[in-house]
């Protein structure tokens, strides 16, 4: 089990960070890469970006790219999803997901899933 938080309303041009902590894991924390993916209504699950066991490789879909930063506190277990530069197209349900070992934007590479959180980018 994974918890989101973080989302909420902002204008255009705005940020916000997401957090994915987990809950419940048996293994240890800093071997699971962890993604972020995004849903807008009536729009498959996107990829927005991973990040890598050790936090030291990433990767961001070429629509973010420059604008979010994905890291990693293995010490805190804590994922962050930092969004600047906020576009209506950001708008959607943000899903963080872990999988053991895992590294990459496919969602069939990741078994465990948060509930999401909802952000809206809207003036």
């Known amino acids: 089990q994974l918890v989101e938080s973080g989302g909420g309303l902002v204008q255009p041009g705005g940020s916000l960070r997401l957090s994915c902590e987990p809950s419940?894991?048996?293994?240890?924390?800093?071997?699971?890469?962890i993604a972020w993916f995004r849903q807008a209504p009536e729009k498959e699950k996107e990829g927005v970006a991973c990040i890598s066991p050790s936090g030291g490789s990433t990767v961001y879909a070429d629509s973010v790219q420059g604008r979010f930063t994905i890291s990693r506190a293995n010490a805190k277990k804590t994922v962050y999803l930092q969004m600047n530069s906020l576009k209506p197209d950001d708008t959607g349900i943000y899903y963080c997901?872990?999988?053991?070992?895992?590294?990459?934007?496919?969602?069939?590479?990741?078994?465990?899933w948060g509930q999401g959180t909802q952000v809206t980018v809207s003036s």
């Open positions: 997901a872990a999988g053991y070992f895992r590294y990459g934007l496919g969602p069939n590479q990741y078994d465990t």
């Open positions: 419940g894991f048996t293994r240890s924390w800093d071997s699971y890469g």
